[in-house]
């Protein structure tokens, strides 16, 4: 682009080929030493001179100043266009040799290198124009003359023939330099247009293909979570129809031993032939006395009913038990999956840097329980100083879900914090106390959901051992809901994370006081002396995280 604006700056307004020994005029204007000369020429003898390109007239033939910074540029960008030589014009004149043509004359049909060039006659008949092989396509076809304007109506360059006696008479007319000036100007705008649709064309495939891409990549991901989906699905179908058929062989296995045992018993023939000769026996006696001192022969038939009893408790197979399995199996299958989008189970293992040291960890990382003891762990800053504990897995995307066994304490909290949790100090280290945490709080038989150390109490008890614990974090929602059958959905806190999520769980022995404080909503009708009775021992039974 700057190519194309420099080349047209460093046209001469005559030739409109480069400058070759530019001079200027007093108005400025810079012209070809030989093409202003030729001009100059043309206008002697009339009423002045004037300035080709504006017009400025002059009482006597200006001077002409060699414009040295205008021929240096012309010079320095020549060798950038195309060699005169490729275009194949040579010098009419010059026969021995070819030489290389600098200007074609109209009027002569002829071309013309430097030096015949600067012998040329200078009469205005004498059109010079670029080096050219076709001169007569500058030519009106018609009146064979040199076509000098442009017809604005028909969008034609005439000449003077056609102007005064051709088909464009009353036409309005235009000098080929200024339609030529018009047009360049024209499409430099038009071009110029061009750029702007080009960049912003540019910018739209730019655009488009980044949405192509992101869409490609959403759609692959979505492929690999509905993959990894039907991938479980079928684990987890397979592992419920185990369990089932697994059952299913147990309760068969017991009852083939049940009626084993009742037919090994009913295989015992020799107790019952001995009643059946000494019934015999008492049937063939005539002494009435001795018959009726003999023992009852009912007692005698009770082998049968027992035998009859024991048939009868061999059971048969437990077909609503199974039913009962297959479908909660089902439920929490179903369960994992919610809109057709993958809810992946977490494996969660409880961080034992971060566990208070009141805090027993078991060797699977899956049970925390109070302990009276210390453990005597190093104190660190990322450890709870009272009976609270993280897990070692984080979660910063996705949906996810786990359990907690919660049904050996009463008095415990289960959640979600951040880890910049306060780990000392309370409440505002306890999960639900703080801004930085949430929890579904048991304290003894009242439930409630704990946020910003404000409880809201449950209406209901949750009527299940088991609590399942959901997390989406892109939708910012921590859910809760009982693992009853049907499963129960108990609370919902709903929050823009800022940071990665851990599960967390809090065991209570102690802190009655602060307890009371945090909880009193809940224990209005307690007094202190209900409190101080309350069994200690209950509380110190573990809290089991369960994975699904």
Not at 88 to 93: D, W
Request: hydrophobic share 35%; with cysteine.
């Amino acid at each position: 682009m700057a190519s194309v604006i420099l080349n047209e700056e460093l046209e001469c307004p005559v030739c409109l080929a480069i400058y070759t020994d530019p001079v200027t005029l007093r108005c400025g204007h810079n012209f070809c030493r030989v093409c202003i000369e030729r001009v100059l020429d043309s206008q002697e003898g009339s009423a002045g001179y004037s300035c080709s390109e504006c017009r400025k007239r002059f009482k006597e033939r200006p001077g002409l100043q060699t414009n040295i910074a205008l021929r240096n540029i012309a010079e320095r960008f020549l060798p950038t266009q195309p060699d005169q030589e490729a275009s194949g014009v040579h010098c009419t004149y010059c026969v021995d040799s070819p030489v290389p043509a600098v200007m074609s004359c109209l009027h002569c049909d002829a071309s013309l290198c430097d030096k015949h060039l600067r012998a040329h006659s200078k009469a205005p008949e004498h059109v010079l124009c670029a080096p050219t092989t076709s001169p007569e396509t500058r030519k009106c076809s018609i009146h064979k003359k040199i076509l000098e304007y442009y017809c604005t109506e028909d969008a034609a360059c005439v000449c003077v023939s056609c102007c005064v006696i051709g088909g464009h008479v009353g036409h309005k007319m235009m000098s080929l330099d200024e339609a030529f000036k018009e047009k360049k100007k024209k499409m430099r705008n038009d071009l110029q247009k061009l750029m702007v649709e080009t960049e912003e064309a540019e910018k739209r495939v730019q655009s488009l293909e980044e949405l192509r891409r992101k869409a490609q990549e959403k759609a692959d991901g979505e492929a690999e979570r509905v993959t990894a989906l039907f991938r479980d699905l079928r684990r987890w179908l397979e592992d419920l129809e185990k369990r089932v058929l697994s059952d299913i062989m147990r309760q068969a296995e017991q009852m083939s031993q049940a009626n084993n045992d009742i037919i090994r018993q009913l295989e015992i023939k020799e107790e019952l032939s001995r009643k059946m000769r000494h019934i015999e026996e008492l049937c063939n006696m005539t002494d009435p006395l001795t018959v009726l001192q003999e023992s009852d022969t009912g007692d005698l038939c009770d082998t049968e009913d027992r035998h009859d009893k024991q048939l009868h408790d061999g059971g048969d197979l437990d077909v609503a038990g199974i039913s009962h399995t297959l479908h909660t199996g089902l439920a929490d299958i179903m369960s994992g999956v919610t809109g057709g989008i993958y809810i992946q189970p977490a494996d969660i293992l409880l961080d034992v840097n971060t566990a208070s040291n009141r805090l027993h960890i078991s060797d699977d990382r899956k049970t925390a329980s109070r302990s009276q003891r210390s453990q005597n762990r190093p104190e660190t800053p990322e450890r709870f100083q009272f009976p609270q504990v993280l897990s070692s897995r984080s979660f910063s995307s996705g949906r996810h879900y786990w359990e907690v066994d919660v049904g050996r304490s009463e008095r415990w909290i289960v959640g979600l914090c951040y880890p910049s949790i306060d780990r000392s100090g309370l409440p505002k280290s306890l999960i639900g106390c703080n801004n930085k945490s949430w929890g579904l709080c048991r304290w003894d038989k009242y439930y409630s959901v704990t946020l910003e150390e404000k409880g809201i109490r449950l209406p209901d008890n949750i009527p299940s051992d088991r609590v399942r614990i959901y997390l989406d974090y892109e939708a910012g929602q921590i859910s809760f809901y009982a693992l009853c059958d049907p499963i129960r959905h108990i609370h919902t806190f709903t929050a823009t994370f800022v940071e990665p999520l851990h599960a967390a769980l809090w065991v209570y022995k102690g802190y009655i006081q602060w307890c009371e404080k945090l909880f009193a909503p809940f224990l209005i009708s307690y007094s202190f002396a209900c409190l101080s009775h309350l069994n200690v021992s209950a509380h110190q039974k573990p809290l089991t995280i369960s994975q699904r």
